[in-house]
């Protein structure tokens, strides 16, 4: 066998090839365990998965006294993963090895509303590129995935309702990844992409709401450390009525969504009005910190009016984190706005040990993510 093997391995094979790939055991004794298999059926599993070049075993390990065990972990040539995280502007691509270490990352100009086919058509090349460049030679690719800015059906692997991407209202994104690469696909919302890659920065919390303040405002939600996608709309609070005294129909068609006043889109459309043109909404952070007063106040608006929402929220799930990221996290007075309106809002016991905090993961968040997730549909 070969490390071309195809994946994915399945039954217990495939669980200790997780165990190791995830992170949470490095040595037989902790395989045998966490799994339960005997010692020698873990040692037997552990040979064909070396034999099969997807496990190698080296060096010293960590233990207290006495002989260290050797130190499993996948094989650097077991395979590579590519992940992209899709905005509406740029689109990040990682190549990621098998246990979702980024071997390289690169940043390029996207424009979503040149419809599903040529982005996709585009990504992929880019994909083509990143792996001729980047990948080790001879190691197998494994698996492909995408964020999509928009509501992603899980089932199938289709857009349905985004807002501001013509042409991909319920575009079989994964179908079309896949009849080009064969391989595991995975395409997932680009917050819940964020959400997975930030609850790995936030250790011991297990219930984290990941917001997404960019061009479009998206949450991913993490409950008992896992994902949790609903029905696919999970956490997509983009819709969501907020009370204002004004009134503005949404891209949705009905009025006076959180989109519609929060947005990055939104706000660069009420400072074109106000004479303040911004190409992209991530540059409102700049006026922000230029003490620009249309700026300032527009963010601190959006920040309340997300709070408001998120006190809702807060009220009914009680997470122990709410990590803001997006391009407008680092504007300072969206994250002061929607701490003052969750903590003047939720009850006590919600807020006492709930930290509203600055997202910790980067600017890599999603890809780490998107790794993490694919590793689940490849091994
Ligand atoms: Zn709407």
Redesign the pocket.
């Known amino acids: 066998m070969s490390g071309k093997e195809r994946l994915p391995v399945t039954g217990a094979q495939g669980d200790l090839l997780r165990l190791v790939a995830t992170g949470q055991a490095e040595s037989r004794a902790e395989l045998a365990r966490l799994s339960g298999l005997a010692a020698s059926s873990v040692s037997l599993r552990v040979e064909e998965l070396r034999d099969a070049g997807l496990l190698v075993e080296e060096g010293s390990g960590t233990s207290r006294g006495g002989r260290r065990p050797r130190r499993l972990r996948l094989s650097p040539s077991a395979g590579v993963l590519t992940v992209a995280d899709l905005g509406a502007h740029h689109v990040r691509l990682g190549l990621l090895d098998l246990s979702g270490t980024p071997l390289a990352v690169q940043e390029r100009e996207a424009d979503i509303t040149a419809g599903p086919e040529a982005v996709l058509d585009w990504l992929a090349d880019a994909f083509d590129d990143l792996l001729e460049t980047h990948a080790p030679p001879g190691v197998p690719l494994r698996g492909v995935g995408t964020g999509i800015p928009g509501p992603v059906d899980p089932a199938t692997g289709r857009v349905v309702g985004p807002s501001r991407m013509p042409g991909w209202n319920n575009f079989p994104v994964a179908d079309h990844l896949r009849a080009r690469y064969d391989l595991p696909v995975l395409v997932e919302n680009d917050a819940n992409l964020m959400a997975v890659g930030e609850a790995r920065s936030w250790p011991g919390a297990d219930n984290l709401m990941v917001l997404k303040a960019g061009t479009g405002i998206g949450c991913g939600v993490v409950v008992n450390g896992r994902l949790h996608r609903g029905r696919g709309a999970a956490g997509d609070i983009?819709?969501v009525r907020v009370r204002t005294d004004s009134s503005i129909v949404?891209?949705?068609g009905?009025r006076d969504?959180l989109?519609?006043y929060a947005s990055g889109a939104a706000l660069q459309a009420a400072l074109a009005e106000a004479g303040i043109a911004v190409e992209r909404p991530a540059y409102i952070v700049g006026l922000v910190d230029d003490a620009v007063p249309e700026a300032t106040s527009l963010v601190r608006t959006a920040g309340r009016m997300i709070g408001e929402v998120l006190t809702v929220l807060v009220n009914f799930f009680n997470p122990d984190v709410i990590a803001v990221g997006g391009s407008l996290a680092a504007a300072e007075p969206l994250i002061a706005s929607i701490r003052a309106a969750v903590y003047e809002r939720c009850l006590p016991l919600a807020t006492r040990e709930l930290e509203i905090a600055p997202a910790r993961a980067g600017q890599d968040a999603a890809l780490l993510g998107g790794g993490a997730l694919l590793l689940d549909a490849v091994l």
Do not use: G, L
Request: net charge negative; proline share 0%.
């Open positions: 983009s819709h949404c891209a949705c009905h969504c989109e519609a």
